[in-house]
């Protein structure tokens, strides 16, 4: 097969002479017959697949399904491995390694011989690395997600990943739950192939995917185990040789409509905070602007239509059968608040995708007359505590502790949590703002969700369910709370967060967007005289390059000379 615009691949495969011969020899050392390299589109398959990111561990199987399609179009599929970041086992955070990995998909894209590429993402970081890599080598690219798990089952009840964990740990920390009966709930939990089953963060960031035009309909929800994800990564394969062919840039998907859609879809899905920090790398990687302030602006107006846990009852499962993410774009779109016209990765505009997906269990997605929950996007917070910014999601807050004044129980930093939290005379009541500091991106570092500090025992046995607490922080989206989170300046940075002392007042108004502490400005001003900055984590490696180098939340929290792009034309020529 001809193409007429000469292909990328063809600086490599399409040579003559001495280069031509190697290039193409080491390649055919598989296998490959000569007439691949006739100038078809070269697809690299991008994968995450590791058995040390459990939900990423059948991604070998997708990834065949991805080459046949490719191969069914007329393309020629290379697989290749990045770093895989798995959210459970990988310490101290995954997400201090994020950048990193992005650093090694847009590395990996723009030295190789591909005119397009797929990612194969799932669980939470492996999407917004392999997005922010690939915005800033900006070829043809589409995202397929590995799908959520089967529902969890647990003596006749459905358990959803994380969340469960927190509200079954809590029960063994207040005598409600036996150790056998927490060990055996963990057998119960995760069950089959896929990511968290919750509308934690993976089913968030594949939400996210799919709202962008990055994936084709149904990316979010199908689970992974299901056939119809074979499908869709065969399909996926098929449409990258028609990109390519058709010459649309990951530029062309990725424009600021798009993610005005995906942050309306946020919230219409009750999505994790985490998706605020992930959107907006991904933002700035593709150049398209986009602040934290566009997250409560953009956001308004838009209800919560979802019950899924963490926010409500189901799980991804349910989702799935009850129509999926299009029936969610639907209600959005039915009622003014889509870029219908935003191109999406099947050829296709975003409203041609979905505007005749249908609901078929208003339990699990509602309406947007009869909304889960009202207004409940992210909400920013500002004020002498978060002058350039915090976060809190509504949806999954109390409404009571939404207006809140309260005197401050500070730790100095997560140890310090641990070790007095169960401290039967630590000085704490259900009105006391729980704030803990140095666990933001230089802090920690790499801002661990830790954010959703468990409520001391003594106040669980008292029926206590909920408490403010404020952090520099990420949490976890499988968890919920009345927690403010992405306090900005981080306390590592000399934010005011730094100063807190207990028994100081703290007031909070999400309604009005307010967290403000209530010290004066001359008392604050002789704390920070005294404040000493904490020691730096490292001298060396990757740590130092990220602490001396990584962004506040309010930006993205991105690495600040990895913001932007360099497209994909290699430079120098090794010949
Ligand atoms: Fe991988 Fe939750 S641990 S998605």
Redesign the pocket.
Known sequence: MGQKKKLRSQEWFGRDGKMGFLYRSWVKNRGVPHELFDGRPVIGICNTFSEL????SHFRDLAEQVKTGVIEAGGFPLEFPVMSL???LLRPTAMLYRNLASMDVEESIRGNPIDGVVLLM???K?TPSLIMGAASADLPTIGVSGG?MLNGRFKGRALG??TDVWTMSEDVRAGKMSQDEFHEAESCMHRSH???NTM????TMASMVEALGLGLPENATLPAVDGRRNVLARMAGRHIVRMVNEDIPLSRILTRAAFENAIRVNAAIGGSTNAVIHLLAMAHRMGVPLDLDDWDRIGRGVHCLLNLMPSGEYLMEDFCYAGGLPAVIRELGDNGLLNQDALTVNGKTIWENNSKAECYDRRVIHSFNAPFKAEAGIRVLRGNLSPDGAIVKPSAASAHLLKHRGKAVVFESIEEFHARIDDPDLEIDADSVMVLKYCGPKGYPGMPEVGNMPLPPKLLRQGVTDMVRISDARM???AYGTVILHVTPEAAAGGTLALVETGDMIELDVEQGKLHLCVEDAELAARRAKWVPPAPHSDRGYVKLYVDHVQQANEGADLDFLVGGSGHAVGRDNH
């Open positions: 990111t459990p939900c990423n798995g959210e459970v799932g669980c939470d492996t959520p990943s994380g896929g990511h968290c934690g963060t993976a089913s976890s989206g499988t």
